[in-house]
């Protein structure tokens, strides 16, 4: 993910399909797949990880580190209010990319603190 230069942030509210839009990105690309309160998380994600794959586009999974770890993604990112969680789960899987959630000049600091690999501060749209 260290070179990867923009990313697309999936969200079930608002926003088109992640399905149809992974194919359209540009090389070096990343997808932040977010889709948190789906009932079929699971089930979207795997097949998110394989479009990912199949365009070599970085995938990074929002608040769970397991399914990132479970689907060979490159990352986790973590929501701003789980960033102290990153140094345990840097020892439980080394090999993900941390990112996290920051909304405050606060929570920069943190995932600092925290060593996160990256943060992204505040989104465009309210989320």
Do not use: W
């Not at 979207?44 to 399914?67: G, R």
């Amino acid at each position: 993910m260290q070179n990867t230069v923009a990313f697309y942030f999936t969200d079930e509210t608002v926003g088109a399909d992640p399905l149809e839009v992974i194919p359209l990105l540009p090389a070096r690309s990343g997808v932040i797949f977010r889709h948190y309160n789906l009932d079929n998380r699971e089930n979207l994600a795997s097949k998110v990880a394989k479009l990912c794959k199949k365009y070599e586009i970085s995938l990074s999974i929002a608040a769970d580190p397991k399914l990132a770890h479970s689907l060979k993604a490159s990352g986790c990112h973590l929501p701003e209010h789980t960033i102290h969680q990153a140094p345990l789960l840097k020892q439980k899987f080394p090999n993900l990319f941390l990112t996290a959630a920051c909304h405050s000049e606060r929570a920069v600091h943190l995932a600092s603190r925290y060593q996160c690999d990256a943060a992204f501060l505040s989104p465009i749209f309210p989320t």
